[in-house]
């Protein structure tokens, strides 16, 4: 279901960053100690909530801010 259809419009980048960073997805799972299925949901935008300690994990793991994380795509 895509977001908009399921009450959202939040839209998470993690593809842009592991591409820019070379790194994979599994390895962002070991860095972060989420599993790559957990990921994998949050990356392609099927995820309905992020705790606040697995996001301040991705954002030290990938040397960046939560607003390069996430984006809300305008109606």
Same mark, same amino acid.
Request: with cysteine; glycine share 6%.
């Given at each position: ?9 939040? &839209?998470?980048h993690?593809d842009?960053?592991?591409?820019? $960073?070379?790194m994979? %997805? @599994?390895? *962002?799972?070991?860095r972060?100690?989420?599993?790559v299925v957990?990921?994998? &949901?949050l ?7 992020? $705790?606040?300690s697995t %996001? @301040?994990? *991705?954002c ?16």
């Open positions: 279901m895509p977001p908009e259809e399921d009450g959202h419009r939040v &839209v998470c993690l842009d960053l592991l591409v820019a $960073r070379g994979s %997805l @599994t390895e *962002l799972a070991d972060v100690g989420v599993t957990n990921l994998s &949901v990356k392609n935008n099927r995820a309905r909530a992020i $705790r606040f %996001l @301040t994990a *991705l030290e793991a990938l040397d960046c801010q939560p607003g390069d994380v996430f984006s809300v795509r305008r109606s």
